[in-house]
C-alpha cells in the first residue's frame, strides 16, 4: 500500500509544527547564574546598629568594589540590602558625620546570608564590629 508523498508530507509538517510550538510552552525555568534578578537568595540582607550619636554612611567592599549602602542616623539601625549571587569576602567601611571612622574585618558571606555591623558609641574606645546570623 503506498501512500501519497503529499499526505506524508502534511503529517510530516503537523508533527514539526506541534512539538515546536510545545517546545514554546514547556520552557524551563532554569536562569543563567550570570543573569541579574531579584530573587532572595541572590542577596544578603544587612542590618546596621549605630550606636553612636553621630550619622555614619557604611559602605560594603567586595572584590575591591566599593558600593555605599546609605546613611544610618544615630542611636538607631537600618536594615540594607544588597546584591549577592556568589561567595567572596565582605568587609564593611563606616563614615562618621563630623569626623571619625572605621572598617571591620573581611567575613566570608553567601547569597541569603544575614550580616550584623555594630557601630559603637565610641570609635576610639571601641572598633566596629560584624557578625552573621
Not at 547564574?33 to 530573587?39: C, L, M, T, V
Not at 549605630?50 to 568594589?65: I, L, Y
Request: include cysteine.
Amino acid at each position: 500500500m503506498s501512500v501519497p508523498v503529499r499526505s506524508l508530507a502534511r503529517v510530516l509538517l503537523a508533527a514539526l509544527l506541534a512539538s515546536s510550538v510545545a517546545g514554546c510552552f514547556g520552557r524551563s525555568e532554569a536562569r543563567s547564574p550570570f543573569a541579574g534578578g531579584s530573587r532572595t537568595q541572590e542577596r544578603i540582607r544587612i542590618r546596621v546598629e549605630n550606636q553612636n550619636f553621630n550619622d555614619a554612611t557604611v559602605h560594603a567592599v567586595r572584590g575591591g568594589e566599593r558600593v555605599r549602602l546609605g546613611e544610618v542616623t544615630g542611636k538607631s539601625d537600618k536594615d540594607f540590602t544588597l546584591r549577592w549571587s556568589f561567595s567572596v569576602p565582605l568587609e564593611f567601611e563606616i563614615h562618621l558625620v563630623g569626623g571619625g571612622s572605621c572598617s571591620v574585618r573581611p567575613m566570608h558571606v553567601d547569597p541569603g546570608d544575614r550580616v550584623w555591623v555594630r557601630i559603637p558609641t565610641e570609635l576610639y574606645a571601641s572598633l566596629c564590629i560584624s557578625g552573621k546570623t
